[in-house]
């Protein structure tokens, strides 16, 4: 029994240092090595500062900027408490959140009269989502270039810019990045 003990207590610390120290420190060597930007979560930098991470969205609520999705994560864009609001389509929290943020969004573009993109008003599942779609970009576009004072034809084209087709031409949706884009504004057409 004391034999089987010790072979038992020797495999335990050979797993443990196996599995929880040279395995992991090897994969983070190597991911530093071959991707260090992704390793070090995508910090993206303006004027010499990091301002956020390129996968992590944040709130913007000023007129001159473009709006993430909203969120369900913590207070709202909490990365410590990503997830979703898990509420059903038949949740009467759920379509009160969503008429509400109709509403909002309305008050926010008076002048958009199309059909509404879903993502404008619904929340991703990890409540962190950093891309809006074209069509939510195209929604806020009047907004964002009367704040600026701008054309839309000059801010549509920083919107082609920072948008990202499917990754491998097949997976997921045309997107755009709302920090990246917003940053850019910042640089081109800074606000007066």
């Not at 600026?148 to 997921?172: C, K, T, Y």
Request: with cysteine; hydrophobic share 40%; charged share 15%.
């Amino acid at each position: 029994m004391i034999k089987e003990l010790g072979t038992g207590l020797r495999l335990t610390i050979i797993m443990t240092v196996l599995t929880g120290l040279i395995y992991p420190g090897a994969m983070t060597a190597l991911c530093q090595l071959i991707f260090p930007s992704q390793a070090n979560g995508s910090m993206i930098t303006a004027n010499g500062k990091v301002v956020g991470s390129a996968i992590i969205a944040q709130s913007f609520t000023r007129p001159e900027y473009f709006h993430p999705r909203p969120s369900a994560a913590g207070n709202g864009y909490d990365a410590g408490a990503s997830s979703g609001s898990n509420l059903g389509p038949t949740s009467q929290k759920l379509i009160d959140r969503v008429k509400g943020s109709v509403a909002d969004f309305h008050k926010e573009n008076p002048g958009f009269t199309g059909n509404l993109p879903a993502d404008s008003v619904t929340t991703s599942s990890s409540g962190l989502d950093p891309h809006i779609s074209p069509a939510s970009a195209e929604a806020q576009l009047a907004r964002v270039a009367q704040a600026r004072g701008v054309g839309p034809e000059q801010i549509r084209s920083l919107m082609a810019a920072h948008s990202q087709d499917p990754d491998l031409g097949f997976l997921g949706e045309p997107r755009v990045n709302v920090l990246t884009l917003n940053i850019a504004l910042d640089e081109r057409f800074p606000k007066k």
